[in-house]
C-alpha cells in the first residue's frame, strides 16, 4: 500500500530538473537582452553626443575669436546659457592659456573659482582642457573625463558595476565627456572653449534598462515554474495510464461468514464444492433451473 501511494505522487524530481533548465534558460535570455541592448545603447548615445558636441564647440570657438577681438562676450555668454537649459552640456567656458576664465555658463562657479579654473585642479584637469592649446590642434577633441559637479550616481552594487564594466560598458566609471577646441588669434591659440558633459543619459539608461531585466527574469521564473508543473502533471497522469493498463486493479478481498478474508474466485469454488457434497443443495438448485424455464417457455395445459 505505501508503494502505491508513492507512486501517485506528482513527480518532483522531474518538476525541479525542468524548472532550473528553464530558470537558467531565462536568465541567460535575460543577460543577453541586457548586454546587447545595454552596449547598443551607450554606443548610440556617446556617438550622438560627439556628433552634437564637435560642430558645436567648433561654432561656438569662431564666436570666442570674434568676442576675443571686440571684447564683448554676452553673446557667447547667452549661446552658453541656451546650451546648459536645454540639457545638451553640462558647463561650458572660454578660457585663456593661463586658466583665467573670460566667460563661463555658471556664475556661481565663475566666482568660486576666483576667475581661474587652475584654483580647483581636482574638478578641472588642466593638462585635457589645455590640450589643443599646448598641442596647437586646430580641430575639436573629444575625450572621457570625470565630471564631480552634479553628477548622476550609479545606484547599483558595485559588483554589478564590476561585470558591467569588464562586459558591458568598459567607461562606465567615468562620469563625463571633455570637448575642447582651441581658440586662435592671428594663427596663435590665445585659449580654448570646453564643454563639460556628463554621463546622466547613459546612466538612467543603465539604472532603468537593469531594473527592466530584473522584471523580466522574475516574469520568466513564474512562468517556467508553470509550465514545470503542468509538465510534471502531464507526465504523472500519463505514467499512471500507463501503469494502470499493465498492472489490471485487482478485485479486494472478501470476508465469509466466519470472518475469514477470501477472494471472490475462492469464495465461488468453495460455494460449488458446498453444492456438490450436498443433494438437498442440488435438488434446490434443480427445481429452481425447472421453475425458471417453466416460467420462460409457456407450455399448454400446464
Not at 561585470?163 to 567615468?174: E, G, L, S, T
Amino acid at each position: 500500500m505505501k508503494e502505491n501511494k508513492s507512486r501517485n505522487v506528482i513527480p518532483v524530481g522531474i518538476f525541479f530538473i525542468v524548472f532550473l533548465v528553464m530558470l537558467i534558460l531565462s536568465t541567460a535570455i535575460s543577460a543577453a537582452y541586457f548586454y546587447f541592448e545595454t552596449k547598443n545603447r551607450t554606443d548610440e548615445i556617446e556617438k550622438y553626443t560627439r556628433n552634437f558636441s564637435i560642430p558645436l564647440a567648433e561654432a561656438f570657438a569662431n564666436v570666442a575669436e570674434l568676442s576675443y577681438h571686440d571684447k564683448k562676450h554676452e553673446k557667447l555668454k547667452k549661446l552658453f546659457r541656451e546650451k546648459i537649459q536645454a540639457n545638451i552640456i553640462t558647463e561650458a567656458f572660454f578660457v585663456l592659456s593661463d586658466g583665467k576664465i573670460v566667460v563661463h555658463s555658471d556664475s556661481g562657479i565663475e566666482k568660486e573659482l576666483k576667475g581661474n579654473i587652475a584654483t580647483d585642479e581636482f574638478a578641472y584637469n588642466i593638462d585635457l582642457i589645455m590640450l589643443p592649446i599646448w598641442s596647437k590642434i586646430d580641430h575639436a577633441q573629444f575625450m572621457d573625463y570625470h565630471v564631480y559637479n552634479g553628477i548622476k550616481k550609479l545606484t547599483l552594487n558595485k559588483e554589478i558595476i564590476k561585470i558591467i564594466k569588464r562586459y558591458v560598458y568598459q567607461k562606465i566609471d567615468v562620469s563625463g565627456w571633455l570637448v575642447t577646441r582651441a581658440v586662435f588669434v592671428n594663427g596663435k591659440p590665445v585659449g580654448c572653449i570646453s564643454f563639460i558633459i556628463s554621463k546622466d543619459r547613459i546612466y538612467s539608461f543603465i539604472i532603468e534598462h537593469f531594473d527592466n531585466t530584473i522584471r523580466l527574469i522574475i516574469i520568466l521564473a513564474g512562468i517556467s515554474f508553470v509550465i514545470s508543473l503542468m509538465l510534471s502533471i502531464v507526465i504523472f497522469i500519463r505514467y499512471r495510464s500507463i501503469r494502470r493498463k499493465k498492472h489490471p486493479v485487482v478485485p479486494k478481498p472478501i470476508k465469509d461468514g466466519r470472518g475469514n478474508i477470501n477472494d471472490l474466485n475462492e469464495i465461488k469454488l468453495k460455494e460449488a464444492i458446498r453444492i456438490k457434497n450436498s443433494p438437498a443443495k442440488i435438488k434446490k438448485v434443480i427445481s429452481a433451473g425447472k421453475i425458471f424455464i417453466k416460467d420462460a417457455i409457456s407450455v399448454k395445459d400446464k
